[in-house]
């Protein structure tokens, strides 16, 4: 699996998780709902700032986002 695709599902995971819409989610990072859309879809790939910005809000750290599941 891509690094892409493993953000993109650690992403949605914990979005879920933490009970948040796409919507929600954007709103809270500054970002566009649409933006957080195609990285949940491994159609974009994030600058690191993202990473961290979406980590914030999350509340993980920004590692957890690219942790590949065993």
């Not at 979406?54 to 590692?63: D, K, Q, R």
Request: aromatic letters at 4%; glycine letters at 2%.
């Amino acid at each position: 699996m891509e690094i892409r695709e493993t953000f993109a599902k650690n992403l949605r995971r914990l979005r879920q998780s933490k009970g948040l819409s796409q919507e929600e989610l954007a709103h809270r990072a500054d970002l566009d709902r649409t933006y957080i859309s195609s990285l949940e879809r491994s159609i974009y790939s994030p600058s690191i700032d993202v990473v961290d910005r979406l980590s914030t809000v999350l509340g993980v750290e920004a590692a957890d986002l690219l942790k590949k599941s065993h």
